[in-house]
């Protein structure tokens, strides 16, 4: 199997890190793949690296206060355990915004799953996070957008926990059957 298709296949979401920071050139490298992601709003793209630990915690702090009063019940849930982490103490943190447009969800996933993907080829551990950005929904939204320098009309659509991992790989879930149609 080639490199590309060993590291698909071997990525993991990892949710326990290492308090070891990366080495600024793995950050660089990570962050130069996100670039070169396909996209359909003309680069309208911004990646936030957040190595700050104090505002990291702060951010996963917010999201749990914005996630108490959530719809969904399994977020409520997180928010309200104590050990719960939104970037599972990663030293590690990426935001990647974009300009809000129609598209810009489908580019930062992109550029996300390149981040990932990066990662992995460099032993690096990553988990796309969702929670996380609950913490630009709640009051204290425009200060962290401000605080992050966050271009004006731009906003994170997703984020990543990164860092190294500590402890085992987990298995993958099997996968699915019939998800796929083949018409010849
Ligand atoms: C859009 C998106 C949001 C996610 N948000 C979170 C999250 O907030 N917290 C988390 O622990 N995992 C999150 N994940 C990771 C998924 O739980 C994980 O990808 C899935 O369980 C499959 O496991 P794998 O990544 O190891 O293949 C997210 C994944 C995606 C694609």
Redesign the pocket.
């Known amino acids: 199997m080639n490199a590309v298709l060993l590291a698909i296949k071997n990525?993991?979401?990892?949710?326990s890190f290492s308090g070891e920071q990366i080495k600024d050139h793995e950050l660089r490298a990570v962050m130069e793949a996100a670039q070169y992601a396909p996209n359909a709003g003309s680069q309208a793209w911004q990646f936030i690296a957040v190595q700050k630990k104090d505002l990291i915690d702060e951010l996963s702090q917010a999201s749990k206060d914005a996630a108490k009063n959530h719809a969904l019940p399994f977020l409520r849930e997180?928010a309200g355990k104590s050990d719960y982490h939104?970037f599972?103490r990663a030293p590690t943190v990426i935001l990647v915004c974009a300009a809000e447009s129609p598209w810009a969800p489908f580019d930062c996933?992109a550029a996300?799953q390149n981040i990932?993907l990066a990662a992995e080829s460099l032993g690096l551990a990553t988990?796309?996070?969702?929670?996380?950005?609950l913490a630009f929904d709640g009051a204290g939204g425009p200060k962290y957008a401000d605080q992050l320098g966050i271009h004006e009309g731009y906003r994170p659509y997703?984020?990543v926990?990164l860092g190294n991992r500590s402890g085992p790989i987990?298995d993958?879930?099997p996968r699915k059957k019939d998800t796929v149609t083949y018409i010849k």
Do not use: D, H
Request: proline content about 8%; some cysteine.
């Open positions: 990525r993991r979401s990892i949710r997180l939104a599972y996933a996300t990932l988990c796309w996070i969702y929670f996380g950005l997703c984020s926990a987990p993958p879930a």
